[in-house]
Each structure stands twice: as structure tokens, then as C-alpha cells.
């Protein structure tokens, strides 16, 4: 498959972008080739500069989970935009918005809206801290909340909890008062608590997609609802992956828990750059212009962002078979990938839960971090190249998920599978 173009252009980018994109996965790097350049989206398919069209399982990270372009939610946007982008005052869709996702999500009362995922998660833990009145926040080794300094820790050697830094220029001092522990293992949990009684969260995603596919065990997530509320301390789901795409109300539907606080982003935006943190009133009502904890935005809101993602959310909620329909194109997916990984007799593991997929190359049971590490990254490399030529977009590193999306054909997964059987081939 010709990429020339995208080369030529990726040959420009670096010289006025740092390593050529503007978000490190897009550069392909974890998958030792050069990135592709995307012209259009439309349906279950992109395409690129060079005229290679591609069967997407990355739909902008989760956004396009009704695929590219729907006019579903197209529908409309001249007239929102000819009225004007931003005012930089409120607009009536901002409450709809709100609304909905109020109607939407266990346990919440009320929304306040960002520009993206790390926004959200930035604003839930201070309203935690300023809520609580504590200063500690327990996040998971694997799980990723956007790029906020006290956030991006891994857990430190042997067994302590303290987390230390996964990027130069974030202060040792900022990430103190994370402590990282081990996902799906709550007496790691337990122990810290013992330990210390200034926690003021425990922030996690509660089906993990950013080591891979590793959703949370029930035991788990039941665990930290009930120790959180011993302990005073809130209980912050991270749903910008999985809010409104596992199902209409996130994880805290299918699991059956109601957080505290919530995270969203990706979907609620329909592709515009949208964040979202959400929670009880009591917790809710301390932000400013309420309460003492300040966190503000120009764009905040904005009506064009608004009208994609509301439209986004309505589509999701009228058309309830829409989850059943990308859950059962998920499981054909699993089911042919698993009879080519036993046909080829590779070392390798899909592993799903409802719309999502992880091909590990590795032997499961994937519970944690240091499960997915075992993983073959550079057979993933080679796996990924090769569906690439064969027309198949799948996300460009091992620890990521493949997004089903609903326009996803018959056809589509037929070919995939295909792919799928000739990429492991190739591998042995
Ligand atoms: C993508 C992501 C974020 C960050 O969202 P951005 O909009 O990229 O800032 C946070 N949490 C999770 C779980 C994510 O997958």
C-alpha cells in the first residue's frame, strides 16, 4: 500500500510540530512506522492522503461510535453554525446538555462542562480534595486520565505506593499526594487506606482501555464503593472511554455502582473537543460560582460542541439496539480473531468486553499492569503494519483498544477477520 504522501507530509509536520502530531499515539512510534494522514471519514471507513481507505477501529479514540460523518448528527450544524461558534455566555443547549446526561448517568445531579478529558479529571479531583477537605488522590497503575501533572505517575519500586513522576517537569512535590496501587486488587487498596487518612479519592477507570482491554472485576469495583464510603473518601469514575459507550449510562450502569463523581469526554462531544465531570449536588454545588472551588473556561460549552454531542447522546438514547448491535459485531470479531489465533497456533489473547477489543500478544489472564507487560509489543508492531496494507486501522500500540463503531458492516468484520488470519500468518 502507497503511503507517499502521508510520508511527504509527516516529512513537513516535524519541522513545525514537536515529533510531527499533536497527540504522541497518532505517530505511530509504538508501532515502528510513520503516521497516516486522514483526509475524510465517512461511515465505518477513513481515509487517507494517498486515497488508501481504511475499515476504522480507532473512530478518533471512541468519538465516532456512530461512525464518521453521521447524519444523524451532521443534521442541523449549518444552522448552529451560522448563528455564531462561541459567545462566551450561556447558551440554552449548554442546560439541555446537561440535562440529559443528568437523566443518563446513575447517582449524578449535576454537569459542569470542559474541552477535554484531562480538563475533567483535573476539575473532579479538586472538587474532591476541596470537598473532602483531604489531600491524597489513589489512582491505578495502567490507568490513564488525560495529561494532568499530579496524574501522570507510575507506581515507585517494590511495594511502595508513593507514585513517582512519567514525565519531566512534573514536580516530585505535585505527586506526593498521588498513590498509585495495583488495578483489580483491592486489599492494595485496603493497605493504603490503613496507612493513611488523607485520602480525599480514588480516581480509576472503571473498565480500563488505556493498557489495553482490562475491565474491572465486580468484586473490585463493589469493594472500593464500599471503602470509600467507610473512609470518607469519594469514588471518581473516569468514563471518558466508557461513558456512552459500553452502554448508555457508562460502567456505573452495567456494574450496577453509583460514583460519586464521574468523568466524561470522546463520545460527548461527537468529535469536538468536549470534557465533562459530573456528581452529586452536595459534592457539585462547592464549585464556584457556588462554592470555594474554582474552575472556570472560554469554550467551555460551546454551542457547536453542544449540538454534535446532545445529538450524539440523543441518537444513543432512542435507538437502545444500537449497543446490542455493536456488542454482537464485537463478539463476531472475537470469535473469528480466536479461531485464527488457535488456526495459527500464535501466542496471543483477544480479549472483549461488550463494544471494546484488545488482541494481547500474550498469554491472559489480563488483570493488571503488570499482566499486559508480558505482552509482545513488537509482534504487535508487525501485526499492525500488516493489517494497515491490508486496509484495516487498528489503533497504533499494544495497550489501546480497538472501538467498535455502530456503522460497522457484515462486510466490514468479514474482511477484518480475513486480514486478521493472513497478518497472523505472516507473524509466524
Ligand atoms: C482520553 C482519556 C482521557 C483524556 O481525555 P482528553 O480529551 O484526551 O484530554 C482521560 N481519561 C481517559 C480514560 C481517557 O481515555
Known amino acids: 500500500m502507497n503511503r507517499e504522501n502521508s510520508k511527504k507530509i509527516f516529512e513537513e509536520a516535524v519541522k513545525y510540530i514537536p515529533g510531527g502530531v499533536n497527540s504522541p499515539v497518532?505517530?505511530?512510534?509504538?508501532v515502528d512506522?510513520?503516521?497516516?494522514?486522514i483526509t475524510r471519514g465517512y461511515g465505518s471507513k477513513i481515509e487517507d492522503e494517498d486515497g488508501n481507505e481504511y475499515i476504522d477501529y480507532i473512530g478518533s479514540w471512541g468519538p465516532a461510535i456512530l461512525g464518521h460523518n453521521d447524519e444523524r448528527i451532521v443534521d442541523g450544524i449549518e444552522n448552529v453554525i451560522e448563528r455564531g461558534f462561541s459567545f462566551g455566555l450561556p447558551t440554552k443547549i449548554e442546560v439541555e446538555m446537561a440535562k440529559k446526561m443528568v437523566e443518563s448517568y446513575p447517582g449524578i445531579d449535576m454537569v459542569r462542562m470542559v474541552?477535554?478529558?484531562?480538563?475533567a479529571t483535573m476539575s473532579a479531583i479538586r472538587v474532591a480534595r476541596g470537598f473532602t477537605g483531604k489531600n491524597k488522590v489513589i489512582k491505578f497503575e495502567g490507568c490513564y486520565h488525560g495529561h494532568n501533572d499530579s496524574l501522570l505517575v507510575k507506581s515507585g519500586s517494590g511495594t511502595i505506593t508513593y507514585g513517582v513522576p512519567t514525565s519531566l517537569g512534573?514536580?516530585?512535590?505535585?505527586v506526593e499526594n498521588t498513590l498509585v496501587c495495583r488495578y483489580n486488587d483491592l486489599d492494595d487498596v485496603k493497605r493504603v487506606f490503613d496507612e493513611d487518612d488523607d485520602i480525599a479519592a480514588i480516581i480509576l477507570e472503571p473498565v480500563a482501555g488505556n493498557m489495553g482491554l482490562i475491565p474491572a472485576d465486580k468484586e473490585?469495583?463493589?469493594?472500593?464503593?464500599?471503602l470509600t464510603e467507610e473512609k470518607g473518601a469519594l469514588l471518581i469514575f473516569d468514563e471518558v472511554i466508557s461513558g456512552y459507550r459500553i452502554a448508555y449510562g457508562g460502567a456505573a450502569e452495567v456494574y450496577g455502582i453509583k460514583p460519586d463523581m464521574a468523568c466524561f469526554g470522546k463520545i460527548i462531544g461527537g468529535g469536538m473537543p468536549v470534557g465533562a465531570y459530573a456528581g452529586r449536588r452536595e459534592i457539585m454545588e462547592i464549585i464556584s460560582p457556588e462554592g470555594g472551588v474554582y474552575q472556570a473556561g472560554t469554550l467551555s460549552g460551546n454551542p457547536v460542541a453542544m449540538h454534535l454531542g446532545l445529538k450524539s447522546l440523543n441518537v444513543l438514547e432512542k435507538n437502545s439496539e444500537i449497543y446490542s448491535n455493536m456488542i454482537e459485531k464485537a463478539e463476531m470479531l472475537e470469535a473469528g480473531f480466536k479461531e485464527n489465533i488457535e488456526k495459527t497456533g500464535i501466542r496471543a489473547s483477544i480479549v472483549r468486553y461488550r463494544n471494546m477489543l484488545t488482541l494481547f500478544?500474550?498469554?491472559?489472564?489480563?488483570?493488571?499492569?503488570?499482566?499486559v507487560q508480558r505482552c509482545d509489543t513488537k509482534a504487535y508492531a508487525k501485526y499492525f503494519v500488516e493489517m494497515l496494507d491490508r486496509g484495516?486501522?487498528?489503533p497504533p500500540a499494544q495497550f489501546e483498544c480497538m472501538f467498535v463503531s455502530d456503522a460497522l458492516t457484515r462486510e466490514d468484520i468479514d474482511k477484518t477477520i480475513e486480514a486478521n488470519l493472513e497478518a497472523l500468518k505472516s507473524l509466524i
Do not use: H
Not at 115 to 119: Q, R
Open 361 to 371: 500478544f500474550g498469554e491472559g489472564p489480563f488483570k493488571n499492569y503488570d499482566d
Open 170 to 174: 512534573v514536580p516530585e512535590a505535585i
Open 220 to 226: 473490585f469495583l463493589f469493594g472500593l464503593r464500599k
Open 392 to 394: 484495516i486501522m487498528l
Open 33 to 37: 512506522t510513520g503516521p497516516v494522514f
Open 26 to 30: 497518532r505517530a505511530f512510534k509504538a
Open 115 to 119: 474541552n477535554s478529558g484531562t480538563e
